[in-house]
């Protein structure tokens, strides 16, 4: 079982920065992904960043060149660089850990932080 816990979400004025950060408690073996996803009121939620234990990261086309993501394998922690945030970046923002064992997939999430970005 792993348990993801996020911080660092708020209110931010548009032009503003944020980091998140989402620790992994638990064993999330040598082989895994970490990412983030975000979720607007009345939208579906959809993957922001993610990062392989490998160090490549995928990143959605909204965000590219304004958000990084950052990972601390020692830690089994990874965190969210956010810049340049506009109101459409409102969102409640969730950590997703996918592990792999004996051939399953696991899929774990947090309990989702709040950015809001306004004015």
């Known amino acids: 079982q792993v348990q993801l816990v996020e911080s660092g979400g708020g209110l931010v004025q548009p032009g503003g920065s944020l980091r998140l950060s989402c620790a992994a408690f638990g064993s999330i073996g040598r082989m895994n992904v970490l990412g983030w996803y975000r979720q607007a009121p009345g939208k579906q939620r959809e993957l922001v960043a993610a990062s392989d234990n490998d160090g490549s990261t995928n990143y959605a086309d909204s965000i590219k060149g304004r958000f990084t993501i950052s990972r601390d394998n020692a830690k089994n922690t990874v965190y969210l660089q956010m810049n340049s945030l506009q109101p459409g970046d409102t969102a409640v923002y969730y950590c997703?850990?996918?592990?792999?064992?004996?051939?399953?997939?696991?899929?774990?999430w947090g309990q989702g932080t709040q950015v809001t970005v306004s004015s």
């Open positions: 997703k850990c996918i592990t792999y064992s004996l051939g399953h997939q696991y899929t774990y």
